[in-house]
């Protein structure tokens, strides 16, 4: 099985701080993605990333940055987090487009529930 | 550009009942994927199912079926027989030869199953 997972399920964090969250996944994917999930507005893409060292901007990057310096691992960074990133973010994975076994299927983590005070 | 759209916002049924989900698309490419996915309140997005732009096949698992129609770009999702345990969140995502790789997600659907 397919396994995604992120470093924690719930995170407090203050204004101001610096925001790491971590994301593995098990299966030599590719492309790995972090979104953001809030009610109403549904998945956003934040960041993505088709290989090691690679990584583009998705609909929401602002605010976030992103590093994958290997492969299995990809982390998601609030320079300095605040009130209105209090969110959920997801981090997903699949294997790359066009690849013998690309499907695009996007395989997901359990989610880590940030608040920022 | 590439757009999904889940009218439903909320539903909410009585256990038993049968429910369908809708979904509608829009894509320039002739080549893509479409997905389901579920969110149970756990958090965890679940993948259902796949399905590629030329296989117009419905398909049934279990109590689930999908119902896709090229003619409408649509791809609807139907719960026969409802049981409190499908209450989640169920998103509809596509993917083409536009995006390579990334899915645009609609907003997802809210069912509650009630007993």
């Known amino acids: 099985d397919v396994k995604v997972t992120q470093s924690s399920r719930y995170l407090v964090k203050r204004t101001g701080e610096k925001v790491f969250l971590e994301c593995v996944q098990d299966m030599d994917h590719e492309n790995m993605f972090w979104y953001r999930q809030d009610p109403g507005l549904g998945l956003r893409l934040i960041y993505f990333?088709?290989?090691?060292?690679?990584?583009e901007k998705g609909d929401i990057p602002e605010g976030y940055s992103v590093s994958r310096e290997k492969k299995e691992r990809f982390s998601l960074i609030l320079e300095s987090a605040s009130t209105n990133q209090t969110s959920m973010y997801l981090c997903?994975?699949?294997?790359?487009?066009?690849?013998?076994?690309?499907?695009?299927?996007?395989?997901f983590g359990p989610g880590t529930r940030l608040t920022v005070l | 550009a590439q757009k999904v759209t889940q009218a439903q916002t909320e539903i909410s049924v009585v256990e038993k009942e049968d429910v369908t989900l809708d979904c509608v698309y829009e894509t320039r490419d002739t080549t893509y994927y479409l997905f389901w996915y579920k969110q149970p309140p756990s958090g965890e997005l679940v993948f259902l199912i796949r399905?590629?732009?030329?296989?117009?096949q419905n398909e049934i698992s279990g109590r689930y079926s999908w119902n896709f129609q090229k003619s409408t770009s649509s791809f609807n999702f139907t719960i026969t027989a409802s049981q409190v345990v499908d209450s989640a969140v169920y998103f509809c995502a596509l993917s083409d030869n536009t995006n390579a790789g990334k899915s645009t997600f609609g907003d997802g659907t809210t069912l509650t199953v009630k007993p």
């Open positions: 997903a994975s699949s294997f790359f487009a066009g690849a013998r076994m690309s499907t695009d299927t996007q395989y």
């Open positions: 990333s088709y290989d090691v060292k690679m990584k």
């Open positions: 399905r590629n732009s030329f296989d117009e």
